[in-house]
């Protein structure tokens, strides 16, 4: 598979920010990475520091909020997105119990928006990565683990969106 344009949504959180600089490494991947995020509490733009000067040409950022369908979408054409690795959600388990209704916006609705973009480039896209949380399977059993036959049993609004 050789991916030329990778849209990284959530790349300036701990977990995105780190992929991002693990696959800019790998000699294997030669495209580029197009960091979505809308910097809230979990977004930092530092976490990329420097990304600019070791890979000058392979990284562009935009903030911008995965919900606003339209700017999504303008951000994909602009780029020929062809690959997308889904990060950003929000994703505390207090505060979807005191505001669930920026998770279900966030989480669904902004999920939906991406699949939508991808699904409608069927010619030439490659990949639709989503990557989520271990919350959504409930609380740890007695077996210590979970599998991929393992129930969803989702037990706060943030882990059912």
Do not use: Q, W
Not at 27 to 44: H, M, P, Q, S, W
Not at 115 to 139: I, K, M, P
């Amino acid at each position: 598979m050789n991916i030329r344009n990778l849209m990284v949504t959530g790349g300036c959180g701990f977990i995105g920010s780190n992929f991002i600089r693990y696959l800019l490494e790998e000699k294997e991947f030669t495209g580029r990475i197009i960091n979505v995020d809308k910097l809230t509490y979990a977004g930092n733009p530092e976490n990329l520091k420097g990304i600019n000067e070791h890979y000058p040409g392979r990284y562009i950022f935009y903030k911008a909020d995965i919900c606003a369908a339209e700017v999504i979408g303008r951000i994909f054409s602009d780029n020929a997105v062809d690959a997308v690795c889904h990060f950003a959600a929000e994703s505390h388990v207090d505060r979807s119990i005191k505001r669930p209704d920026s998770f279900i916006h966030t989480n669904i609705v902004g999920t939906f928006n991406l699949l939508e973009l991808a699904r409608a480039r069927t010619d030439d896209f490659l990949l639709f990565h989503h990557v989520s949380t271990d919350e959504v399977y409930g609380s740890l059993g007695a077996d210590g683990y979970f599998t991929e036959e393992t129930p969803y049993r989702p037990n706060s609004p943030y882990s059912a969106s």
